[in-house]
């Protein structure tokens, strides 16, 4: 097995590509060993010291690290997705305890938006996520109010110098361009 690695945009952040499909439906974003309790590959992960968070997205698994040198720690984590590929463990438990995240809340718009928010999900969606994941983060929509889009950062787009660039720049600008309404974007 051969797994690629990648430099993200964020330098606390790799993207390890396995060659294969890591998880399908929605990514997941772990912040904590807590958090994985439904996560073998995940779990195996932060046991690895200096490990502070696990994304996983389609065929991909983006590390991040506290400020340990990642010569340190990148054999290890290679080590651990072979293991857990050849293993034939699942990437997600089904069935098992669920954590729940403080970070997800329920979306909030006001209902005469709802034509507005199905278009804004609808770009992310179509241009952003895929963007985003490229990088090996995500973005997630949280709410919209008074023009305002709040958006959530997963994996490596989570404390990414750039992401604030990317958010005023890239995604501020494409929604306003579609988007009548759409003033700012905010990150929560």
Do not use: Y
């Not at 065929?59 to 997705?81: E, Q, R």
């Not at 600008?173 to 990150?187: A, I, S, Y």
């Amino acid at each position: 097995m051969f797994i690629q690695t990648e430099a993200t945009p964020n330098p606390a952040t790799l993207k390890f590509l396995p060659g294969r499909d890591v998880l399908t439906g929605e990514p997941r974003d772990f912040r904590g060993v807590e958090a994985s309790v439904n996560s073998p590959l995940a779990q195996g992960l932060f046991a690895i010291s200096g490990v502070t968070g696990v994304f996983l997205g389609s065929d991909f698994i983006s590390v991040t690290k506290d400020d340990t040198n990642w010569a340190h720690i990148k054999p290890a984590i290679l080590g651990v997705i072979m293991d857990h590929f050849l293993s034939g463990k699942p990437v997600i438990v089904e069935g098992g305890i669920e954590v729940a995240n403080l970070d997800e809340v329920d979306e909030f718009f006001e209902e005469e938006d709802s034509e507005t928010v199905e278009v804004i999900k609808e770009l992310l969606a179509t241009r952003v996520r895929p963007a985003v994941a490229m990088d090996g983060g995500d973005i997630i929509f949280k709410g919209f109010k008074e023009g305002t889009v709040f958006l959530h950062m997963q994996g490596a787009c989570s404390g990414c110098p750039s992401s604030t660039a990317t958010l005023k720049s890239g995604i501020e600008n494409l929604l306003r361009h579609f988007v009548p309404g759409v003033e700012q974007v905010q990150q929560v």
